[in-house]
């Protein structure tokens, strides 16, 4: 994967968390690690929400991710990972 996509993905990601969080964080404020249910509040139809709209603007299809996957995405850099790993694939 390329760095420039990495960051694109990542910065996705960090604007839709602070979407879906419904808050007065910046994305750019949002610790990569911090637990997004934890650390933030994000409730599971909330990251359901967030991960279908980065999903979107990522043209990464969220049927690339099982359950466990998405159980699993627990910090946004979970997130990103997840979303590079499937940039440009096709359906």
């Not at 960051?7 to 968390?17: F, G, M, N, P, Y």
């Not at 979107?56 to 998405?70: C, G, I, K, N, Q």
Request: aromatic share 4%.
């Amino acid at each position: 994967m390329r760095p420039d996509t990495e960051s694109t993905i990542e910065s996705v990601a960090r604007r839709h968390l602070a979407l879906a969080l419904e808050s007065d964080l910046a994305p750019d404020a949002l610790d990569l690690d911090a637990d997004m249910a934890g650390d933030y509040g994000l409730t599971s139809l909330n990251k359901v929400l967030f991960l279908m709209s980065a999903c979107d603007e990522a043209a990464v299809s969220l049927a690339r991710f099982t359950e466990p996957d998405v159980a699993a995405m627990a910090t946004l850099r979970d997130v990103t990972t997840a979303l590079a790993r499937h940039v440009g694939e096709v359906d």
